[in-house]
């Protein structure tokens, strides 16, 4: 089998209102937790995850697991809010963690005891005959982080830090000397001296409010505005840090690890975290995301990763074809550029950080056509992603169903995307919840969808699927009048038994196509004999 990885955004999963007297009142642009409410760990439940399993997925991706700054004030188990000036939404960004060895307190029952709950849940999530994969943060941490929860002997991120020096190979931070922290917006009094340099590279006391602001760069030896020197011998204090967090969710049960921002990262430091890690948990998984192709290889055979984004080659191109703004050919070009190492790519037609299928900035842009069909012209996408090769695939939660992602939420506005920086009631992501539950019926329309999503996973598990070889129809249909080029994409997996042929519709209408064979396939594929094709 190869991994089919659901992503689930736990703030989301399940959330139909902080209480049962607010299950039907609208969501309050920037709401608190009471106002809008939040998931929990315990709507994940045997039901629904044996559901997920049963529907075809291998993996399940719970975002948002680590604890991590917010606005909400839990000061009661030492956790106070967040200073508003370096929080992004009421709830705030998962992507900044405030304590490395615990989960976010919103998504407990009861937050003092929200470790416990975790560990219940990976119990339930193995049961299911599911895997766990978590976000590994390791290019920056919240302005405010520091573990209340760290194992005892464990040193804090930044406690022993020089901070009179810009750079030090065992600081964990990159420190701007003599300056105070003085955005180039309202601070609200927020103090912190000296300035530390922000996750996105702004080696700055002033960052804009288009930088990651709210959290602070984390040093891996590697001198910046030192010309870009490396100082990885002998190996700095953060690459320590860093490994023993892995070791520590491993520890948990956690299966794998989908390293946010992974680029950012020395490939020396993968390289060796990877290696200690897999020591002892030998079968854990490690996804990087990364955009930048000339790096890729480095980080499957140096750093050591199982997998990576396909985004640049394969999602880029297949967004312009289910747009209309490019040519079903042009597929072609995106699987040959990572030939070599396409069973180390992820494919995936979404996820948090990009646009829904059906928001109008994608698949939904009335500029198409008809709206409603917008899921649909991403399914076709979604068979190319699917069936290309012995990749692995993703799903991100609500895409079966058409969720749009078309509320403007709060910090987050009205970008088609669903929010990860604020708390939020999302409709389908609750009807998900309570269908994979046994509680929700679909209505006709989202059922069809998630129908067809879930016959994909299927085929997609199969062993010509998952092992056998791709041959690209596209060159022998260049002269063919009756194949459209532009909206048509056709494609065979085989292996010696069988031949699969896929021929995928870009457009928003019925076609009948002729395919032209050759020859050269049938010696190339080496199948069984075949005596009669018909798409």
């Given at each position: 089998m190869k991994p089919i990885i659901y992503q689930i955004f736990t703030r989301y999963f399940g959330n139909s209102g902080y209480s049962k007297d607010n299950m039907s009142k609208p969501n309050v642009p920037n709401g608190t937790l009471l106002e809008n409410g939040v998931g929990k760990f315990s709507n994940l439940t045997d039901k629904v995850l044996k559901s997920i399993s049963d529907f075809g997925y291998t993996h399940v991706w719970l975002t948002g697991v680590i604890d991590h700054a917010t606005s909400t004030d839990y000061s009661e188990i030492g956790l106070p809010a967040t200073h508003p000036a370096v929080v992004k939404g009421k709830a705030g960004s998962p992507y900044a963690i405030r304590d490395y060895y615990n989960v976010a307190p919103d998504l407990a029952d009861n937050p003092s005891s929200r470790l416990e709950e975790f560990k219940l849940l990976v119990e339930r999530i193995h049961k299911a005959g599911l895997k766990l994969i978590i976000d590994f943060v390791p290019n920056h941490v919240a302005r405010n982080y520091h573990s209340i929860s760290a194992p005892e002997g464990v040193e804090d991120l930044g406690a022993k830090d020089r901070t009179g020096w810009h750079f030090y190979i065992h600081n964990n931070f990159y420190y701007c000397v003599g300056e105070s922290f003085s955005p180039q917006f309202d601070r609200m009094g927020y103090i912190e001296y000296p300035a530390r340099a922000t996750g996105n590279d702004c080696f700055t006391a002033h960052p804009t409010k288009n930088d990651w602001y709210e959290t602070v760069k984390l040093n891996y030896g590697v001198d910046y505005c030192g010309g870009g020197v490396t100082h990885f011998n002998p190996h700095p204090n953060t690459w320590h840090k860093m490994k023993d967090i892995l070791l520590y969710w491993a520890?948990?049960?956690?299966?794998?690890?989908?390293?946010?921002?992974?680029?950012?990262?020395?490939?020396?430091?993968?390289?060796?975290?990877?290696?200690?890690?897999?020591?002892?948990?030998?079968?854990?998984?490690?996804?990087?995301?990364?955009?930048?192709?000339?790096?890729?290889?480095?980080?499957?055979?140096?750093?050591?990763?199982?997998?990576?984004?396909?985004?640049?080659?394969?999602?880029?191109?297949?967004?312009?074809?289910?747009?209309?703004?490019?040519?079903?050919?042009?597929?072609?070009?995106?699987?040959?550029?990572?030939?070599?190492?396409?069973?180390?790519?992820?494919?995936?037609?979404?996820?948090?950080?990009?646009?829904?299928?059906?928001?109008?900035?994608?698949?939904?842009?009335?500029?198409?056509?008809?709206?409603?069909?917008?899921?649909?012209?991403?399914?076709?996408?979604?068979?190319?992603?699917?069936?290309?090769?012995?990749?692995?695939?993703?799903?991100?939660?609500?895409?079966?169903?058409?969720?749009?992602?078309?509320?403007?939420?709060?910090?987050?506005?009205?970008?088609?995307?669903?929010?990860?920086?604020?708390?939020?009631?999302?409709?389908?992501?609750?009807?998900?919840?309570?269908?994979?539950?046994?509680?929700?019926?679909?209505?006709?329309?989202?059922?069809?969808?998630?129908?067809?999503?879930?016959?994909?996973?299927?085929?997609?598990?199969?062993?010509?699927?998952?092992?056998?070889?791709?041959?690209?129809?596209?060159?022998?249909?260049?002269?063919?009048?009756?194949?459209?080029?532009f909206h048509t994409y056709a494609f065979i997996r085989h292996t010696e038994k069988q031949i699969l042929l896929i021929v995928v519709n870009f457009s928003d209408n019925g076609i009948t196509t002729g395919i032209a064979l050759s020859k050269h396939l049938f010696d190339t594929i080496q199948t069984a004999e075949v005596k009669d094709i018909e798409a």
């Open positions: 520890s948990l049960g956690v299966d794998g690890f989908r390293c946010d921002m992974a680029e950012m990262v020395p490939v020396e430091f993968w390289n060796w975290a990877i290696r200690h890690v897999k020591k002892e948990y030998p079968n854990l998984i490690f996804i990087a995301e990364i955009y930048k192709p000339n790096m890729y290889r480095d980080f499957i055979s140096h750093g050591g990763f199982d997998y990576l984004y396909d985004k640049v080659s394969l999602y880029d191109t297949l967004r312009s074809v289910v747009e209309h703004k490019g040519p079903a050919e042009s597929l072609t070009y995106a699987w040959q550029a990572v030939q070599d190492i396409k069973k180390h790519m992820l494919n995936f037609l979404e996820n948090h950080d990009e646009q829904r299928i059906a928001s109008t900035y994608f698949a939904g842009n009335p500029a198409l056509g008809d709206t409603n069909i917008a899921p649909y012209r991403g399914y076709a996408g979604m068979v190319v992603a699917a069936l290309i090769s012995q990749a692995p695939l993703m799903v991100y939660c609500g895409q079966e169903i058409g969720e749009k992602g078309m509320d403007s939420e709060g910090f987050s506005g009205f970008d088609g995307r669903t929010t990860i920086f604020d708390y939020w009631k999302v409709e389908t992501i609750c009807e998900m919840q309570s269908y994979f539950n046994g509680k929700k019926i679909l209505n006709n329309y989202q059922q069809a969808i998630c129908d067809k999503y879930r016959k994909l996973l299927q085929i997609a598990q199969m062993p010509i699927s998952t092992d056998g070889e791709m041959y690209d129809l596209i060159w022998l249909n260049q002269r063919n009048p009756q194949f459209d080029l």
